[in-house]
Every structure is written in structure tokens, then in C-alpha cells.
């Protein structure tokens, strides 16, 4: 059985930072990511990143200011988020994928953690 538990969330103040972890268990993925939803928005992506190349993508608003990394001992996955915004106010999802062509697509992506909830004040 696949799990994903998203640790890490809480509540900081405008500029300030957070790390985002995400243990994986139940069987192993080609590519695995991050993406978030808003009050009243869509779910969007934020990070992905592939496992065997680890090439990584970006949202543009989260660009130069969060960084994905992946431990594949242990099967985690991490979002070290910096400078951070109001609007990065959201509930941000682990997501792990069997195939990820895109890494972009939330349509790719296959299992799906629970969130935790990112609040930051201004």
C-alpha cells in the first residue's frame, strides 16, 4: 500500500522559512512533487522532481525562492521553501508519480499525501 506523510507545515512570518518533508513508502516512483492549494483556487503545481535524473522543475512564482530535494535511501522527499509570501498561503500536497513525462502535470501524478498546512503572515 502506497503512503505519503507530508510533515513540516505551520505558521511563519513574511520572509521567513519553512521545510517541507514527505516519507514515501510502498513501492518506488519515477518522479515525485509538490503542489499546493489555495482557499477557493485550484491545486497548482509548485516542485517536482525526477528520481533517476534529478532534474528539477519550478513553478515561476516559487522560483529562486524554494528548493526540491529528494533522499532516495530513504525514500523522502523535502521542500525547503525561503522568503516567504501571504501568498504562498495554502495546503501543500505531496504527490508521487509511476511515469511523469511533464513533471508539471497534476494529471501525471498518481498518489497523493494527505497536506499540511502552510500559513504565513504579513
Known amino acids: 500500500q502506497v503512503q505519503l506523510v507530508e510533515s513540516g507545515g505551520g505558521l511563519v512570518q513574511a520572509g521567513g522559512s519553512l521545510r517541507l518533508s514527505c516519507t514515501a513508502s510502498?513501492?518506488?516512483?519515477?518522479?515525485m512533487g509538490w503542489f499546493r492549494q489555495a482557499p477557493g483556487k485550484e491545486r497548482e503545481f509548485v516542485a517536482a522532481?525526477?528520481?533517476?535524473?534529478?532534474?528539477?522543475s519550478y513553478a515561476n512564482s516559487v522560483r529562486g525562492r524554494f528548493t526540491i530535494s529528494r533522499d532516495n535511501v530513504k525514500n523522502n522527499l523535502y521542500l525547503q521553501m525561503n522568503t516567504l509570501k501571504p501568498e504562498d498561503t495554502a495546503v501543500y500536497y505531496c504527490?508521487?508519480?509511476?511515469?511523469?513525462?511533464?513533471?508539471?502535470?497534476?494529471?501525471?501524478?498518481?498518489?497523493w499525501g494527505q497536506g499540511t498546512q502552510v500559513t504565513v503572515s504579513s
Open positions: 504527490a508521487a508519480a509511476r511515469s511523469a513525462p511533464s513533471l508539471r502535470l497534476r494529471s501525471e501524478y498518481n498518489y
Open positions: 510502498g513501492r518506488t516512483f519515477t518522479a
Open positions: 522532481i525526477a528520481v533517476i535524473n534529478p532534474v528539477t
